[in-house]
C-alpha cells in the first residue's frame, strides 16, 4: 500500500505540480520520504526544479534525474498511470507521511529493543522510546522554528486586500446574523462585486475570480437570485470571473472541497480571490456546533483552504437564539466560541429598530475597527441607511423607543460639569443611549450653547434651565476657583 501511495503521489506531481507541492509541504513530505527508489529519484529531481524557479514539468524532471533521459520518461509515463485522477492527491500525500511516520517509529522501537536486549535500563529505554515517538509526530510536519532574525531577512509583501481595509487573500472571515436574516443576498452581491472590483457596502474590491459554493439554494432559486442582483447592481450580465459550485444534498466537507477547488484553479489558469462558503453549518461533516474541539478543526480546514488556494475565504453563519440587541458583537453567533476567536475578520448584522435595517459590526485581525453602520433591505439589494444609528438596535417587548434629545443629556449635567468619559457614561448607564447618539446630541447642545467645555469638563450652558449664575458657579468650580 505504501509503494502504491508513493506512486500515486509523484503521478499526480506530474500532472499538476502546482496544487501537489503545497499539498506535500503541508504534510512535511521530501524525497527521503519515499520508499520507492523511482520514487526518490522524480521527487528529488522535482524539488530541484522548483528550488530554482524552473518549470516542474515532465521533460526537465527526466533531463534532471540520474541515467537516460529516455528511460526516465518512460519511468515518468509509468508513474503517471499511477494515478488517473488529482483528485485524491491530498489522500495519497497522508499515506505518504503515515508510512514515513510508522518506519521512523519502528526504527525507534527496534533501537528500544537492542538497548533492552543489551542490559539498559528499562526507565530509560523507556524515556527515549517516548521522546523518539514524541519527535516522530513532530517531525517533517508544519513549519519550522527559526530566529526571529531569519524571519525578517526576507521582505514579505501585502497580500492583496480583497475588501479593502477589511479582508486580505489568505485571511478567512465569518458574517453572521440571525436566520434568514439575508446573508446570502448579502454575500452572492459581493460575489458579483469582486470580479469587476466594485464597492460592496462601504469598502471597495479589487477584482479577482471569486468561487460561490451553495449548499443550500435549489438550482431555480440560484439562477433567479443572480439574475435579480446583476439587474439591481446595474451588470449587463453576470461577470465571468464568478464559478458557482452547487453541492446541495452532497456530504462535504471543507478539507474535502480542496482537491476540486485546486483542480479547478489549475483548470481555468487563475487562482481564486475570493471562495464564498454559504453556510458554514452544511460544511463541518456534522460536528456538534456547539463544540470548541469539533469546531477547531473545522476552522482548520477552513485555514488549510486558504493556504493552498492564496484566496480568501468569506462563511455566512447564523446567530443563536434570542434577541441579541444587548449581547456584545463578538458574543452574537451561535455555537463555540472559536467562531468568534479563529476568523480574521468577524462581521455581525443585527436588527434595527427601524424595519427591514440591520447594523453591521466589524472586527478585523489586520486593520482597525470599522465603524458600525446601517443597512437596509429592499429587495433584491442590501443598501446603506446612513441616516440611522447602528446602536439603535431593536429590543423585544420595548416597542420603538422614543428619540433620545439634548435635554435628556443635560438633565444629567451637574453645575459642576463633568468630563466628556463620565458624562457619557453616566447617559449609558441612565438612558441607555449609545456613544455615538451621545455624541450626537452633545454635538447640539454645544451648537446651541447648551453646554461648554472648559478646562476638559462640560458645564451647563448659559441657555440652558440652570441659569447665569449656576453657569458661573458651575465655571468657577471647574476653575477651581470654590
Not at 503545497?22 to 512535511?28: F, I, N
Not at 522501537?109 to 536486549?117: R, S, Y
Not at 455624541?439 to 458645564?459: E, M, W
Request: charged residues 20%; negative net charge.
Amino acid at each position: 500500500m505504501s509503494s502504491a501511495s508513493e506512486r500515486a503521489l509523484c503521478g499526480a506531481l506530474l500532472q499538476d505540480p502546482e496544487a501537489v507541492f503545497p499539498l506535500a509541504d503541508s504534510a512535511g513530505i521530501v524525497a527521503e520520504s519515499f520508499t520507492d527508489g523511482d520514487c526518490i529519484r522524480v521527487w528529488r529531481a522535482a524539488a530541484i526544479l522548483r528550488h530554482k524557479s524552473r518549470p516542474v514539468e515532465m521533460v526537465a524532471i527526466a533531463e534532471a534525474m540520474e541515467g537516460d533521459a529516455g528511460d526516465n520518461m518512460a519511468v515518468l509515463a509509468e508513474l503517471v498511470e499511477s494515478c488517473p485522477t488529482t483528485a485524491y492527491a491530498s489522500r495519497y500525500a497522508d499515506q505518504v507521511a503515515e508510512g514515513q511516520r510508522r518506519r521512523r517509529l519502528q526504527e525507534a522501537a527496534t533501537m528500544a529493543a537492542e538497548a533492552l536486549a543489551k542490559g539498559g535500563a528499562v526507565d530509560v529505554v523507556a524515556g527515549q522510546l517516548k521522546a523518539a515517538g514524541e519527535a516522530v509526530e513532530a517531525s517533517g510536519t508544519g513549519p519550522q522554528i527559526v530566529t526571529a532574525r531569519d524571519f525578517m531577512t526576507k521582505p514579505i509583501p501585502e497580500p492583496p486586500q480583497v475588501i479593502r481595509r477589511v479582508l486580505r487573500a489568505g485571511q478567512v472571515g465569518m458574517v453572521a446574523s440571525t436566520s434568514k436574516g439575508g446573508k446570502t443576498w448579502l454575500v452572492q452581491s459581493l460575489g458579483l462585486a469582486v470580479p469587476n472590483g466594485l464597492n460592496w457596502l462601504k469598502w471597495q474590491t479589487t477584482p479577482g475570480r471569486v468561487l460561490y459554493v451553495d449548499p443550500e439554494l435549489p438550482p431555480y432559486d440560484g439562477q433567479t437570485r443572480l439574475a435579480s442582483l446583476a439587474e439591481a447592481m446595474g451588470l449587463d450580465r453576470i461577470p465571468e470571473g464568478l464559478d458557482l459550485w452547487r453541492v446541495k444534498g452532497e456530504s462535504i466537507t471543507v478539507r474535502g472541497m480542496i482537491p476540486r477547488i485546486l483542480q479547478r484553479q489549475k483548470q481555468v489558469g487563475e487562482p481564486y480571490a475570493l471562495i464564498l462558503l454559504d453556510s458554514l453549518y452544511c460544511l463541518n461533516g456534522g460536528r456538534d456546533e456547539n463544540d470548541n474541539t469539533a469546531q477547531a478543526q473545522t476552522m482548520q480546514e477552513l485555514y488549510a483552504l486558504t493556504a493552498q488556494t492564496g484566496a480568501a475565504v468569506l462563511v455566512t453563519h447564523h446567530f443563536s437564539k434570542g434577541n441579541k440587541a444587548n449581547t456584545d458583537h463578538l458574543d452574537r453567533a451561535s455555537g463555540a466560541g472559536v467562531f468568534t476567536r479563529a476568523p480574521d475578520v468577524f462581521m455581525t448584522l443585527t436588527p434595527h429598530r427601524e424595519p427591514d435595517c440591520y447594523s453591521v459590526e466589524t472586527t478585523c485581525r489586520s486593520f482597525a475597527r470599522p465603524d458600525p453602520f446601517v443597512i437596509r433591505w429592499a429587495f433584491p439589494m442590501w443598501s446603506l441607511a446612513d441616516e440611522l444609528d447602528p446602536e439603535h438596535l431593536k429590543r423585544h417587548g420595548a416597542g420603538r423607543r422614543a428619540q433620545f434629545t439634548p435635554e435628556q443629556i443635560l438633565d444629567l449635567l451637574p453645575p459642576d460639569g463633568l468630563p466628556h468619559h463620565e458624562w457619557e457614561a453616566k447617559a449609558m448607564a441612565e438612558l441607555g443611549c449609545g456613544k455615538t447618539t451621545f455624541n450626537k446630541l452633545l454635538g447640539k447642545a454645544k451648537a446651541d450653547g447648551q453646554a461648554v467645555l472648559g478646562f476638559g469638563r462640560y458645564v451647563p450652558g448659559a441657555s440652558t434651565a440652570a441659569g447665569p449664575d449656576v453657569l458661573s458657579a458651575g465655571l468657577r468650580a471647574s476653575l477651581g476657583e470654590e
